[in-house]
């Protein structure tokens, strides 16, 4: 592979070319064959692994366990819940037959008409019908709650336009669907939860996000309440990256399940679902990478460290590789994952370039001066800066350092974000100020009117209706209503 | 839930409905709404993550990655090796249409027949397709190889008769894909990958297993030569436990994948394919459960040890409360998993049988007696034996006792099948020995026919042709014919 083939669109030239050609050139995952469905290649995988591993210890010290229920629902327990088949009938994929077999008339493979399924199976476009089916029978008294089960699976939406990681007709996620005996329990889950991916995307993603309420004509199919965490790319457009619901009694009264209480009454179950996806890796290449490659975070980086030897002769090669290895086990012995690179095939320069693309946050080089020295050259991935540091102790400095760079990432767009959003008082200021991007704080009359019309007219939505900041009312600023407090308006992925 | 509800068929009785009784009752898995399709249960899938962590290690270890490729096969990709679309195309599920609609004439949701896919897409039953299509853009060179790719993903093969475990439309599987340079390095990636198998169920499920080659009417569809692991059940029934298939330059030549090697000349590239599924669960249960529930080797327990609190009155519970408290921590610094159920609304006794029923490999049950004399009774689950002990250095105890009931339950394994496994020399002989089950040893032809009447006569199947043990040659016991080594038969799940 040639240099040049690695080089990117530069951001400002194409953003969305940018990206693009990131998620192909890092290897992070590509278009199959199959229409909308994706190839996550290894080093995109082990990055979303890091986030499987860490979101799934946050499940478990929350109390949860996990399950698996069937790719499969049946036709008409999507039909149950009115607004949930609304939600997702246009767009799934259907199950209609059970066998192939060879045409008799020399065409090949044909479905086979004998075996057509007597009620047709949608491939799960999200569980809530077939896992509240499923509790009907787990389910009888106060004492079988509540139910906090969380499920990694893939799930399948017929999206017309797809988009790499963003927006795929098959995509991987999580899926918590927890059963309560009370609203308030419910409603205390549901916050939890979206405080759980809050604290993911912060501390792990270091990318910030807005907490808040989605309005209701954004509203999960079949829900009473959807909370959402909302990030702002570094294009300024919004990206919704996990959402959780309250979904009441809703799916209960669906598939009838009741509890006896503690009194001895019959009570409808009350629900949560919640759920973040493999477009969360779409959000956190968005929020940090530069026109260089990929930046991560240290804490999701399948490896933290690289080093490279730089060598002119087989004899110079092994003295690196004998000094790599001790800083190796040093660093590993930190908690520290290291990769080291001595393929001889390819030029440092070629590597350097290659680990700057696939954002590995340190890179150390190693050659024959810093032998002589006792010193190695450290570069940060996030500013692109670097410096020779005596050898010793060099395992202290990095361990210190991918904590700065961790911080560092998060700092950045955090003041991003700040510097993009603004809050906008008249209809003609927003129009203006919708297009230059970023976050934009109004007042709304509350109405999915106004709202609809915003949308129509300049693109943007309103993200959420944020739980913290300003609750000050005011007035709309398309209708002159009052308004309960600002909220949060972006045009969005 | 009452204690007789508990209580399972015995093995002597109706070894299949023991069977179902467990996996139901034990709360591993239960059947779905959808035919043929499970729910696996929170305690069941605990146990399926530990397997699945401890066999993700070890692919690690010897040098994979993990990807994701798309759940949808196009019809066409099936037909593309011969053998293989003979294998798996009348067992699947097929995608026809990507939309449902509200019936104008009032019949609730249909199926939108305006939104037909031009080709029909498979849910994937196995993904050498669908992988060997893609590895074909990501290999050029020789400087490519190898691939060694994982994945862990859901497969559906449309079974008639279905069990829980055993045999359902969809399971939960890894697959490994491998491409190579040499059929020599392919064959040592097939080899490796068994062994991998062969370790993982000795080692961690303590399930004793043969190794070998199917005969080839037995192989894998599109493998050259394909590697098992043959465990025996309590029953006298085998159950083929993981695969291995050295699949030649098969697909490289269906998918048309070249690299050229380092003498400059084109050459297909040769693959592997290797998987184990959530039938393991299966194997697991059969090995080594009892008419009294589940025995779980204490590497796989969700957890290893539960602590049982004996008490008439709150202060006594109090105290036992503090002291457990002391040897959680104890136990927990060493690595072991407990669970503590103090829940005040089940009795000892019912908390006892429940542990015995979910095999939890020891109990410790703490009483007034025993906070006077500072001791702890401790249970097996294994030998369902019980000793009282003292209290101090106890966690040292149960560390010692965790790996003896490993290495015990490995061991009664092991008896029983070498009681269960003969040699036998004459048809006549067979047939009466088959009837009483276990793995018989006989020299056989080699041929498709002998081995088809065989199964036609007697419903046993040649499980493997053995890696190790007796390689003398002999004569087959139905023709006479010269046979090459012993092969191993038996009725198989």
Avoid at 389 to 397: K, S, T
Avoid at 447 to 470: H, M, V
Wanted: glycine residues 6%; aromatic residues 10%.
């Amino acid at each position: 592979m040639a240099k040049e083939l690695k080089e990117l669109t530069s951001r400002a030239k194409d953003y969305s070319q940018w990206y693009q050609d990131l998620v192909i050139k890092a290897d992070l995952a590509e278009n199959s064959a199959v229409r909308g469905c994706m190839v996550i290649k290894p080093y995109g995988f082990a990055i979303w692994e890091k986030m499987q591993r860490q979101l799934d210890d946050m499940f478990k010290e929350t109390g949860h366990v996990n399950a698996y229920f069937p790719l499969f629902i049946p036709k008409s327990y999507l039909s149950r819940e009115a607004d949930h088949v609304e939600g997702f009938a246009k767009e799934c994929a259907v199950v209609t037959h059970y066998r192939l077999k060879n045409d008799p008339e020399g065409n090949g493979l044909i479905v086979d008409p004998e075996a057509k399924l007597e009620e047709e199976l949608v491939v799960r476009p999200t569980s809530e019908t077939i896992i509240w089916s499923t509790y009907k029978n787990w389910i009888q008294s106060y004492r079988d709650l509540p139910i906090l089960v969380n499920q990694w699976a893939n799930v399948v939406r017929w999206e017309m336009r797809t988009r790499l990681f963003l927006r795929t007709t098959e995509f991987l996620w999580q899926e918590g669907h927890t059963a309560h005996a009370t609203r308030e329990e419910a409603i205390a889950e549901t916050e939890q939860m979206i405080n759980v991916y809050a604290e993911f995307a912060e501390k792990y993603m270091a990318m910030p996000v807005v907490t808040g309420f989605k309005s209701e004509s954004e509203r999960f199919a079949g829900a009473e309440e959807t909370y959402t965490i909302e990030a702002l790319m570094q294009d300024g457009k919004a990206l919704q990256s996990g959402t959780s619901h309250f979904l009441g009694q809703n799916f209960a009264k669906a598939f009838d399940v009741q509890f006896t209480d503690q009194n001895g009454k019959l009570e409808y179950v009350w629900a949560t679902s919640w759920g973040v996806s493999t477009r969360l890796m779409g959000a956190l290449i968005m929020s940090h990478s530069d026109d260089n490659g990929l930046v991560l975070p240290p804490k999701l980086a399948p490896y933290q460290v690289v080093i490279v030897p730089i060598y002119r002769n087989e004899e110079q090669l092994q003295k690196v590789n004998e000094k790599v290895k001790g800083i190796t086990e040093r660093l590993k012995a930190l908690g520290i994952s290291v990769k080291y690179d001595n393929a001889d095939n390819k030029k440092p320069g070629w590597k350097f370039s290659e680990y700057e693309l696939k954002g590995v946050p340190v890179r150390l080089a190693i050659g024959a001066r810093d032998l002589e020295n006792n010193t190695v050259e450290v570069a940060r991935r996030d500013t692109l800066t670097k410096e020779t540091l005596p050898m010793d102790g060099i395992e202290n400095h990095i361990k210190q350092l991918l904590d700065e760079i961790q911080e560092n990432i998060y700092k950045k767009a955090v003041d991003f974000r700040e510097s993009q959003t603004r809050e906008v008082n008249s209809y003609d200021e927003f129009k203006e100020e919708i297009e230059k991007g970023g976050f934009l704080l109004c007042h709304w009359d509350g109405t999915p009117e106004t709202e609809a019309l915003i949308k129509e007219e300049t693109k943007a939505t309103i993200r959420c209706i944020p739980l913290e900041g300003d609750k000050t009312p005011g007035k709309c600023m398309v209708t002159g209503k009052p308004s309960a407090q600002r909220v949060l308006f972006a045009r969005a992925y």
